[in-house]
């Protein structure tokens, strides 16, 4: 039930506009957005997710979008107090308190369809990793060897509890630090890197040329509004090429919306030839 139709007795019409149809739940928690203009209303909007949804523990409204290097938002509580949660996807469990790290159980289906195109042997490198979600399902689900890199040292914690409690200690390497300062020093090439941070992907295509194998796969994500769709692909292959490999596009779709026709969109393409590697290793 979506909230709209949890609060269609509660709301008036005219209040019921202008409330986001959608809301996150991650394990115990929900998160929502109330906009200033019901604030009068959040309480029965609160009581009315919890009745819809009795495992809750904690409801929170999002205050603005998240923002800084660890991409976290902040919140107010409106039910509850305990932010740390067990979220489940795909048969895998990430502990999680999206107050302090990013997840977003929307991109669970982007992290399935990666796992399932990645195959047994390869060797695969997550920058940006988060608590681990892509990792640990890539691990879960194919025989390959993945490193995650992830700067929030909290982040880091769960991402290093999750492998545990998910056992892939054998197949995932978990790595606190800067991809800028990590990357060049990790002294092997990948089938295959994830780089699941659409505000700063571009920022870090330089790193790939001394890391990315002749052939390999690059999952590259990106924000752009919808009237750009059209270009999208030849932006990135040449935003590649500027930092010296040629590539081509696979694959590309929209992997959710962030503002009214501006949307998050992966960009899969193959690396066909790294013309120069200004960083670290030759072939
Ligand atoms: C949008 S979140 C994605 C997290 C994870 N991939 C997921 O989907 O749940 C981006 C992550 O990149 C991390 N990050 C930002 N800059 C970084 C850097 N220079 N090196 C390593 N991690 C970084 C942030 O702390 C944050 O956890």
Request: proline fraction near 3%.
């Amino acid at each position: 039930m979506n909230l709209k139709e949890a609060l269609k007795d509660v709301l008036r019409e005219e209040e019921l506009k202008i409330l986001r149809r959608g809301f996150e739940i991650i394990g115990d928690v929900a998160i929502l957005e109330i906009p200033e203009e019901l604030e009068s209303r959040k309480h029965i909007i609160t009581e009315a997710v919890l009745k819809a949804h009795r495992h809750l523990k904690t409801v929170l409204r999002k205050k603005g979008e998240v923002s800084g290097i660890y991409r976290v938002a902040s919140y107010e509580v409106l039910h509850g107090g305990e932010t740390e949660t067990i979220a489940k996807e795909f048969g895998c469990r990430y502990r999680v308190d999206p107050t302090r790290v990013y997840f977003s159980s929307r991109l669970s289906s982007e992290r399935d369809r990666i796992a399932r195109i990645a195959e047994d042997g390869e060797n695969i490198l997550v920058m940006f990793a988060g608590v681990g979600p892509y990792a640990i399902l890539l691990a879960r689900r194919k025989d390959v060897k993945v490193i995650g890199v992830e700067i929030n040292p909290v982040a880091c914690r769960y991402f290093k509890e999750n492998v545990k409690m998910n056992r892939v200690e054998e197949k995932v390497e978990v790595i606190c630090g800067d991809v800028r300062d990590v990357v060049p020093s990790l002294g092997k090439r990948f089938d295959r890197i994830i780089m699941p941070s659409p505000f700063i992907a571009e920022d870090y295509v330089y790193l790939l040329p001394g890391v990315v194998k002749k052939g390999g796969a690059v999952h590259y994500y990106t924000i752009a509004g919808e009237e750009e769709e059209g270009e999208l692909s030849s932006r990135v292959e040449d935003k590649f090429r500027d930092e010296g490999m040629e590539v081509e596009t696979v694959f590309w779709r929209r992997v959710g919306s962030y503002a009214p026709r501006v949307n998050r969109y992966v960009v899969d393409v193959r690396v066909l030839e790294v013309r120069e590697s200004k960083n670290f290793y030759t072939f």
